[in-house]
């Protein structure tokens, strides 16, 4: 079975940080972009950055400069790092893999989604 699980969500007051993992799993081959979005109460899921197999990175406008994202080719592993939280930055963080190559039948998996965590920032 292949799945991507996200885990590090939690409390944290304004200002703190908070790192969010997600490992896919499943004899995966390679992925060619890993990234998280989120997803405000009332608000529409949004793009907070994402990380190509390579390397290359790109951010959500309002995370820039606060957020970094990185990734572990062999544990099939990306990571959140947030520093200067804001309670702006509350919501459901959705991990995303696409592009999935693994070994077996489905070979291919165009897009796949984690369960979510929560972030909570308060005041």
């Known amino acids: 079975q292949v799945q991507v699980v996200e885990s590090g969500g939690g409390l944290v007051q304004a200002g703190g940080s908070l790192r969010l993992s997600c490992a896919a799993s499943?004899?995966?081959?390679?992925?060619?972009?890993m990234g998280w979005y989120r997803q405000a109460p009332g608000k529409e899921r949004e793009l907070v950055a994402g990380?190509?197999?390579?390397?290359?990175?790109n951010y959500g406008i309002s995370v820039k400069g606060r957020f970094t994202i990185s990734r572990d080719n062999a544990k099939n592993t990306v990571y959140l790092q947030m520093n200067s939280l804001e309670p702006e930055d509350t919501a459901v963080y959705y991990c995303?893999?696409?592009?999935?190559?693994?070994?077996?039948?489905?070979?291919?998996?165009?897009?796949?989604w984690g369960q979510g965590t929560q972030v909570t920032v308060s005041p």
């Open positions: 995303n893999a696409m592009a999935v190559v693994v070994r077996g039948t489905p070979a291919y998996f165009p897009d796949l």
């Open positions: 499943g004899s995966i081959v390679s992925i060619a972009v």
């Open positions: 990380i190509t197999s390579g390397g290359m990175t």
